[in-house]
């Protein structure tokens, strides 16, 4: 993703007059898409780039004429957020509308501004402005001043200094990392690669809705294909008491897209040209400079000793599973397998704790989860959120809700769009879009956040989902977001919400999923769908003691993903099987558990693509959480203290203050640690919560 000028677009996160929403102006007026006039038809996309190009150029045209520092700034800054509001726009679009010609509008959109974004991210005029800027830094506030430095390191992240020569090329191998981006990730929605099992009987009757009925060529057979998507590879591997069947969806859902093995190859190619034109070693030394490990020496020592920490306990819930199959298959049993680790370990946690995930779904309508979000904004922030109708056009399908953020002092703080429901043609993603980024336009106007929330989650209408407690904690995953940026007030969207150093932007999501397990929270919208009788806390005991039965196996693959994160970004593999030789050699390294030979797992790991060197980052984030969670809201979460501590020196600032001063303002200097030149996540709270430690 380019990183000069336009930070990378918050899509996981003009004029601001210019694209007003509508909502701001009741009663509903009649609107397109977002509340975009443009977009009442997919040519509209077309039509916001050209505007966007137009006021850029126009702004790009006065910040050569060397106005005063602070117009420098501002106007850049409005740049950034003519072309960034284009951008997630149709990012969004792409994912999620069910018109195929909105979609592909939306991709030419999306094309066309990162073509201009090379011509934007290459003028010298934009540069020098940003250092004189930068040179007049008693003309400009705090705020200012950091945009200014930033911006000059964006610039010069994008080869700005190199001769034009080596900055062409630069612009061609952004271009080919954006297409081969959309490669992969388009590979892994359209060949998910299938299994067909026969005789039916072997899969579970509660499965087959998940599957095609087919006929065995030979023998006409009845059978049943079951496509290996993720969702529906991980309801195989946890619900099939067949082994077999197991194996064989384990290792085809493993193998696809086989075509991504060389889309891989070709990015991971690209990005390290690109990073040795830029004078890093590697990609991943470019990547994570700025943040708050600063070197890959420095991430991989955290990860070590992660990977240290957990290994003890996570070999004991290896021997656990692995005594719990022979007890249950007798003296004939085989080694324990990576397809036995979700059916086993799902039969242990239930028999153990009497637990059927079946009951606890009932208490999770998605009404009553979307209630939970509002209980979390009003009663930690003071904050309402309402229902509001849609404009005309403004909707991409029915089942989209609109809530309008409102606080009694302060008034409307920002719009949430809720896309919660799977549908064919949908991406099944779980992800927070920023469709536009809050900035001060004035003394007295602030342009308000807009953010959409994402999900896929299953059932036949709206009203009948029920979310497994997983997707709870997902959706409050996506919610801790949302809140970061529709609560940050930063006077420069280039700072809005999640607009921070890429190892800190996962803390606040981290921190909301504790909400999901705490019974305090549970309670004050988990209400059975048919009798509204609230979730018992026993229930909730359950689920919390069944959590904890396998948390260090489960963190171990944390680390070994960002291992693989790490590995291939840092030496140039020289080959397809060079890279899956790699992760092989780092699962038997960091994990108990043995390595598949012919699987490919990470042809599926979309975070390769969007947190290329940057995975790591959640292990951050559960650390910092963690903390947080122990030191101010633990033990009172729905408190007005812990949410006026969470606002006010936390989600407020966006990117628009150092991430590490952020931190200890909030819970002490206990929540850091320096290491050679950079910083890691002290790791005692989620040692002591996960009992690593003897």
């Given at each position: 993703?380019?990183?000069?000028?336009?930070?990378?677009?918050?899509?996981?996160?003009?004029?601001?007059?210019?694209?007003?929403?509508?909502?701001?102006?009741?009663?509903?007026?009649?609107?397109?898409?977002?509340?975009?006039?443009?977009?009442?038809?997919?040519?509209?996309?077309?039509?916001?780039?050209d505007?966007?190009?137009?006021?850029?150029?126009?702004?790009?045209?006065?910040?050569?004429?060397?106005?005063?520092?602070?117009?420098?700034?501002?106007?850049?800054?409005?740049?950034?957020?003519?072309?960034?509001t284009?951008?997630?726009?149709?990012?969004?679009?792409?994912?999620?509308?069910?018109?195929?010609?909105?979609?592909?509008?939306a991709?030419?959109?999306?094309?066309?501004?990162?073509?201009?974004?090379?011509?934007?991210?290459?003028?010298?005029?934009?540069?020098?402005?940003?250092?004189?800027?930068?040179?007049?830094?008693?003309?400009?506030?705090?705020?200012?001043?950091?945009?200014?430095?930033?911006?000059?390191?964006d610039?010069?992240?994008?080869?700005?200094?190199?001769?034009?020569?080596?900055?062409?090329?630069?612009?061609?191998?952004?271009?080919?990392?954006?297409?081969?981006?959309?490669?992969?990730?388009?590979?892994?929605?359209?060949?998910?690669?299938?299994?067909?099992?026969?005789?039916?009987s072997?899969?579970?009757?509660?499965?087959?809705?998940?599957?095609?009925?087919?006929?065995?060529?030979?023998?006409?057979?009845?059978?049943?294909?079951?496509?290996?998507?993720?969702?529906?590879?991980?309801?195989?591997?946890?619900?099939?008491?067949?082994?077999?069947?197991?194996?064989?969806?384990?290792?085809?859902?493993?193998?696809?897209?086989?075509?991504?093995?060389?889309?891989?190859?070709?990015?991971?190619?690209?990005?390290?040209?690109?990073?040795?034109?830029?004078?890093?070693?590697?990609?991943?030394?470019f990547?994570?400079?700025?943040?708050?490990?600063?070197?890959?020496?420095?991430?991989?020592?955290?990860?070590?000793?992660?990977?240290?920490?957990?290994?003890p306990?996570?070999?004991?819930?290896?021997?656990?599973?692995s005594?719990?199959?022979?007890?249950?298959?007798?003296?004939?049993?085989?080694?324990?397998?990576?397809?036995?680790?979700?059916?086993?370990?799902?039969?242990?946690?239930?028999?153990?704790?009497?637990?059927?995930y079946?009951?606890?779904?009932?208490?999770?309508?998605?009404?009553?989860?979307?209630?939970?979000?509002?209980?979390?904004?009003?009663?930690?922030?003071?904050?309402?959120?309402?229902?509001?109708?849609?404009?005309?056009?403004?909707?991409?399908?029915?089942?989209?809700?609109?809530?309008?953020?409102?606080?009694?002092?302060?008034?409307?703080?920002?719009?949430?769009?809720?896309?919660?429901?799977?549908?064919?043609?949908?991406?099944?993603?779980?992800?927070?879009?920023?469709?536009?980024?809050?900035?001060?336009?004035?003394?007295t106007?602030?342009?308000?956040?807009?953010v959409?929330?994402?999900?896929?989650?299953?059932?036949?209408?709206?009203?009948?989902?029920?979310?497994?407690?997983?997707?709870?904690?997902?959706?409050?995953?996506?919610?801790?977001?949302?809140?970061?940026?529709?609560?940050?007030?930063?006077?420069?969207?280039?700072f809005?919400?999640?607009?921070?150093?890429?190892?800190?932007?996962?803390?606040?999501?981290?921190?909301?999923?504790?909400?999901?397990?705490?019974?305090?929270?549970?309670?004050?919208?988990?209400?059975?769908y048919?009798?509204?009788?609230?979730?018992?806390?026993?229930?909730?005991?359950?689920?919390?003691?069944?959590?904890?039965?396998?948390?260090?196996?489960?963190?171990?693959?944390?680390?070994?993903?960002?291992?693989?994160?790490?590995?291939?970004?840092?030496?140039?593999?020289?080959?397809?099987?060079?890279?899956?030789?790699?992760?092989?050699?780092?699962?038997?390294?960091?994990?108990s558990?043995?390595?598949?030979?012919?699987?490919?797992?990470?042809?599926?790991?979309?975070?390769?693509?969007?947190?290329?060197?940057?995975?790591?980052?959640?292990?951050?984030?559960?650390?910092?959480?963690?903390?947080?969670?122990?030191?101010?809201?633990?033990?009172?979460?729905?408190?007005?203290?812990?949410?006026?501590?969470?606002?006010?020196?936390?989600?407020?600032?966006?990117?628009?203050?150092?991430?590490?001063?952020?931190?200890?303002?909030?819970?002490?200097?206990?929540?850091?640690?320096?290491r050679?030149?950079?910083?890691?996540?002290?790791?005692?709270?989620?040692?002591?919560?996960?009992?690593l430690?003897?």
């Amino acid at each position: 993703m380019l990183r000069a000028l336009i930070r990378a677009p918050a899509a996981y996160f003009s004029n601001a007059r210019r694209y007003q929403h509508s909502a701001a102006a009741p009663p509903i007026r009649e609107t397109g898409l977002y509340g975009f006039d443009h977009l009442k038809t997919p040519k509209g996309f077309n039509r916001m780039v050209d505007d966007a190009i137009e006021r850029s150029n126009e702004l790009v045209n006065y910040i050569a004429g060397m106005p005063s520092a602070p117009e420098i700034i501002k106007s850049l800054d409005e740049i950034s957020d003519t072309v960034c509001t284009v951008i997630d726009s149709a990012e969004l679009c792409r994912h999620t509308h069910p018109n195929r010609e909105f979609v592909e509008e939306a991709s030419k959109a999306s094309f066309r501004l990162y073509e201009y974004l090379s011509y934007l991210n290459s003028n010298h005029s934009l540069y020098r402005a940003v250092i004189q800027a930068e040179k007049n830094h008693h003309m400009l506030s705090e705020e200012a001043l950091r945009a200014a430095r930033h911006l000059r390191s964006d610039f010069e992240k994008g080869g700005i200094h190199l001769s034009p020569e080596k900055l062409d090329r630069i612009n061609q191998l952004n271009t080919n990392i954006l297409q081969l981006c959309r490669e992969f990730n388009e590979n892994i929605i359209t060949d998910p690669g299938h299994v067909d099992i026969f005789p039916v009987s072997r899969i579970p009757k509660k499965l087959h809705h998940l599957a095609k009925p087919i006929r065995h060529p030979s023998s006409s057979e009845k059978g049943l294909r079951l496509v290996t998507e993720p969702n529906t590879l991980c309801s195989i591997l946890q619900l099939t008491s067949d082994a077999e069947v197991r194996k064989l969806a384990y290792i085809r859902g493993n193998s696809a897209p086989r075509a991504n093995l060389v889309v891989l190859d070709k990015l991971l190619s690209a990005r390290h040209e690109f990073s040795e034109i830029l004078g890093y070693k590697s990609y991943t030394e470019f990547a994570v400079k700025e943040n708050m490990a600063s070197s890959p020496e420095v991430v991989l020592s955290f990860l070590h000793d992660m990977s240290e920490m957990v290994r003890p306990k996570a070999d004991e819930e290896f021997k656990t599973i692995s005594d719990f199959k022979r007890r249950k298959g007798g003296q004939l049993v085989e080694d324990l397998e990576p397809w036995d680790e979700p059916y086993l370990t799902r039969m242990m946690k239930s028999s153990a704790h009497n637990l059927d995930y079946s009951v606890v779904a009932s208490y999770f309508s998605l009404p009553q989860c979307i209630e939970g979000l509002k209980v979390l904004a009003e009663s930690l922030f003071g904050v309402k959120c309402h229902e509001i109708p849609l404009g005309p056009s403004e909707s991409w399908h029915p089942d989209v809700l609109k809530l309008s953020l409102n606080h009694p002092d302060e008034g409307e703080l920002g719009y949430l769009y809720l896309d919660l429901k799977s549908r064919k043609g949908k991406h099944p993603i779980c992800a927070h879009f920023a469709i536009k980024g809050g900035r001060r336009i004035s003394d007295t106007d602030y342009q308000l956040p807009i953010v959409a929330l994402v999900c896929s989650f299953s059932g036949s209408n709206f009203q009948s989902v029920r979310l497994h407690h997983s997707d709870l904690e997902t959706l409050f995953h996506e919610f801790g977001h949302a809140l970061h940026s529709l609560l940050s007030r930063t006077d420069y969207q280039h700072f809005s919400g999640t607009r921070v150093v890429t190892d800190f932007a996962e803390t606040p999501s981290n921190l909301f999923e504790y909400y999901a397990w705490d019974y305090r929270v549970l309670k004050t919208f988990g209400k059975h769908y048919s009798t509204g009788d609230p979730i018992p806390e026993n229930l909730v005991k359950s689920l919390q003691g069944a959590k904890r039965m396998f948390a260090a196996t489960e963190l171990q693959g944390q680390v070994f993903y960002a291992l693989i994160d790490q590995a291939l970004h840092t030496a140039k593999p020289s080959s397809v099987e060079d890279t899956i030789s790699i992760v092989a050699d780092l699962k038997r390294e960091h994990t108990s558990w043995k390595y598949v030979e012919g699987t490919h797992w990470h042809s599926r790991f979309s975070h390769l693509v969007s947190y290329g060197a940057g995975y790591y980052s959640y292990l951050y984030a559960k650390c910092f959480a963690a903390t947080i969670w122990q030191k101010k809201c633990k033990e009172d979460p729905l408190s007005v203290e812990a949410g006026s501590a969470l606002r006010s020196k936390f989600l407020q600032y966006g990117g628009a203050k150092d991430a590490p001063a952020i931190l200890d303002d909030l819970v002490g200097n206990s929540v850091t640690r320096n290491r050679n030149g950079g910083i890691v996540p002290d790791i005692t709270c989620l040692g002591q919560e996960m009992k690593l430690f003897k």
